[in-house]
């Protein structure tokens, strides 16, 4: 008994000397290959540095440190690399910081980089991420050889300070995207480019607040059946020739949009959608949509189904914003009671809803968010919110009622 827990012992001891051993081995080896980058992309990604403004000292690992620091640029900050090949695979030249601007120039953050990004770029061959967002590239157009990293699965060029039109070189031959984000640039009136239906492979597509205008390419978006995020809201143009004329996108129908059945963020506020009068309907095609956005544009009354039974509609729907959509009346609340328990923020300010409070939100204990504020809703305020125990936020301001306010929503502990 005593000779088997001594060999026990003996054997734990062992597997713990030969794992020190095999480790000790591969330490050695691993010194004795290293992998470093590859000569042609450090010096690609130094030229890279010299035409940027580096307005907060964020590449200052770049070339700089060590004599084994400058030159691997794999160990540089916002660099990485492939452990094998030391191919650069990712690079991070965007912010998520906003840093506050000395200036006086009115902006609320300062760039992270500024100045031209330049065709050295295309050395890094390998390149599956690109981030350029929060930085200011005088408007320029988005450069045509970023469309020559035909590696590319992510690109974000959000607050980037891109302008103009979007050259088809730019990005139509990157049909290995799963995410692109154009959003808060500056493309000056122009159209969604159709290319964009060639990008099939794409998972999220941020094209809001970019300044385009005019008919969407519903075939185009149509391709697009794995997104699971769209987001078009706020794009809107002032021709300033003419006093007061402010265009936005136009959308004709919806009849591309069951095609994405993967969609669980959409958000086409501002949008005009006044001639879509079966937009809840197709909405409602959506089954695993869990984000709706279509506020700021006059919507067509919905037109409500005597029944839901026959759609494929969403069960786990969570957000909705129709606000300031400004004809939304109460039979929207058939549709909404849909969602009593999945329903965590409805906003429905601004939408000239009248009549009674209806009773229908009694069910609606998943609510953490309600806004009904600035409507023409009248009557005693009910006391249908006591069970709202997640209710974070309710606003009626701005309507005629009448009355005080139920104890019931003093009660409620989250508000």
Not at 200 to 208: E, H, N, P, W
């Amino acid at each position: 008994m005593e000779l088997g827990k001594w060999l026990q012992h003996a054997y734990a001891i062992s597997i713990v000397v030969l794992l020190h051993i095999i480790a000790s081995l591969s330490l050695g080896h691993h010194h004795a290959n290293v992998t470093r980058c590859v000569e042609r992309e450090r010096h690609a990604l130094l030229a890279v540095k010299r035409d940027l403004v580096d307005n907060h000292n964020l590449l200052s690992s770049w070339g700089s440190g060590s004599e084994a620091q400058m030159q691997d640029c794999c160990r540089w900050e916002r660099v990485y690399c492939d452990n094998k090949t030391g191919h650069v695979l990712r690079l991070d030249l965007g912010s998520d910081n906003r840093w506050p601007n000395s200036t006086d120039s009115g902006d609320f953050f300062s760039p992270a980089f500024e100045g031209t990004i330049i065709p050295q770029l295309t050395q890094l061959h390998n390149l599956t991420y690109l981030n350029l967002s929060y930085n200011s590239f005088n408007e320029s157009e988005i450069p045509a050889f970023i469309g020559s990293l035909t590696s590319l699965r992510y690109l974000d060029l959000s607050w980037a300070g891109f302008g103009g039109q979007i050259p088809f070189h730019a990005l139509g031959n990157l049909t290995h995207l799963t995410y692109l984000d154009l959003s808060d640039n500056d493309f000056n009136g122009s159209q969604i480019p159709a290319f964009i239906g060639s990008l099939t492979s794409l998972r999220y597509l941020d094209l809001s607040q970019a300044s385009f205008i005019g008919q969407i390419p519903s075939h185009a978006l149509g391709n697009l059946t794995h997104l699971q995020y769209l987001n078009l809201g706020f794009n809107y143009f002032y021709h300033y020739y003419v006093e007061s004329l402010r265009e936005t996108l136009l959308v004709e129908n919806l009849n591309w949009l069951p095609h994405l059945s993967s969609l669980k963020y959409l958000d086409l506020s501002d949008t005009n959608l006044s001639n879509v009068f079966d937009w809840l309907e197709t909405v409602n095609k959506l089954p695993n949509l869990r984000n709706l956005s279509l506020s700021h544009y006059r919507l067509p009354p919905p037109i409500i189904p005597n029944s839901f039974s026959h759609i494929n509609t969403s069960k786990s729907l969570a957000r909705v914003d129709l606000s300031s959509a400004t004809t939304i009346t109460s039979s929207i609340f058939k549709w909404l009671c849909n969602y009593n328990t999945t329903l965590v923020h409805l906003d429905l300010s601004f939408t000239q809803l009248s009549g009674l409070i209806p009773y229908v939100f009694k069910d609606m204990n998943s609510l953490e968010v309600l806004s009904l504020s600035d409507n023409q809703l009248s009557g005693l305020i009910p006391d249908v919110f006591r069970n709202m125990s997640s209710l974070a936020h309710l606003d009626l301001s701005n309507n005629p009622l009448e009355g005080g306010i139920p104890k019931s929503i003093s009660q409620l502990c989250s508000l």
